[in-house]
């Protein structure tokens, strides 16, 4: 059994239950709004009810427009914004699959928007942020209007949809997170406050007697730019440390550069140095937030053991959440 409603007024998304037992989701191109794979569906009673309810359904446009219809119904149901790619956004997925599957749990019900308009967007504001260190292009800043109001739909879309608590697996995205969550019904989870208060219960202490508790931060010039990372570890009460202007332009982005070029052995190279300098400053740990130097070095290497995915702390957030809410309905 395989439903799908086509419309041009609304985000792409796939509709998927995630299992403990069943993780293989299939995806439609195209302006798909819902997509039940009926071997995930079926995994519960509920679902069934819904997908036979739309099964026995005249499609009629009209009256099964999605900001009218309730997809999902659980209590723990998440709604999921995707980003730059649908890989990181995969990539995602199964971490939330592997969190939510512990201790033989079921996975989590969840809507997924995936749209490669929104991806291109981001990914031109991204390319074309002017660095940190070089000043801001006052022209770039006025055009994120179009994408906070893309990533606001999305955002309602997934509210109309079930979700009980909403997140972006996208750095750049939270750049506008207070303007997207405006007026929402449901949280809308911000990353870089889940991993600030993840590192807080850790109860790290100073490497240097006396010190502050300093956190490091390696991100694209966009996302350091934006500053939102710097705001939630120092609400935290961590010393944030940035790469300076010369590991940027001698390490960081000819790192980047290098990886385009598929350069991998050069890019691993300088995005090691980049590290240690970091990491010589007496950071305790390095928050990684890009995909591109998050993927760089192989999972077994060394200098990984002092990093931080933040999107491991947003998987890992959004679990905790929706079973606070189970344990409270």
Not at 174 to 181: F, I, L, Y
């Amino acid at each position: 059994m395989m439903m799908s409603f086509n419309s041009l007024n609304y985000p792409t998304c796939t509709l998927a239950l995630m299992s403990s037992h069943y993780s293989h989701n299939r995806t439609r191109k195209g302006p798909v709004l819902a997509t039940p794979p009926s071997s995930i569906i079926s995994q519960t009673e509920e679902s069934r009810n819904l997908a036979n309810s739309m099964e026995n359904s005249p499609l009629d446009m009209s009256s099964k427009r999605p900001d009218s219809a309730v997809l999902l119904t659980q209590e723990n149901a998440v709604g999921i914004i995707g980003g730059l790619s649908i890989g990181t956004t995969l990539n995602f997925v199964s971490k939330l699959v592997t969190w939510s599957s512990k201790d033989g749990r079921n996975g989590l019900p969840f809507v997924l928007c995936s749209d490669p308009a929104l991806s291109k967007e981001l990914s031109f504001h991204e390319r074309g942020s002017s660095s940190l260190f070089f000043g801001k292009n006052e022209n770039l800043l006025k055009d994120h209007v179009p994408i906070v109001e893309n990533l606001r739909r999305k955002r309602i879309f997934l509210e109309k949809s079930g979700a009980r608590c909403i997140v972006s697996p996208c750095h750049i995205s939270h750049s506008w997170h207070d303007e997207v969550a405006q007026g929402s019904s449901v949280p809308v989870l911000h990353m870089g406050e889940c991993v600030a208060k993840e590192l807080k219960e850790a109860n790290l202490r100073p490497l240097e007697a006396g010190s502050t508790l300093r956190i490091g931060v390696l991100a694209s010039d966009s996302t350091l730019s934006a500053g939102f990372y710097q705001e939630k570890l120092q609400n935290e009460g961590f010393e944030v440390v940035l790469p300076d202007k010369a590991t940027m332009e001698h390490t960081v982005i000819p790192s980047m550069e290098a990886l385009n070029r598929n350069d991998i052995e050069g890019a691993q190279n300088l995005f090691r140095i980049a590290l240690q300098v970091l990491l010589v400053r007496a950071v305790n740990t390095v928050i990684i937030a890009s995909d591109d130097m998050r993927d760089l070095l192989p999972p077994d290497d060394p200098l990984l053991k002092k990093c931080v995915d933040p999107m491991d702390a947003l998987a890992r957030s959004t679990v905790k959440f929706v079973q606070s809410v189970e344990r409270n309905a």
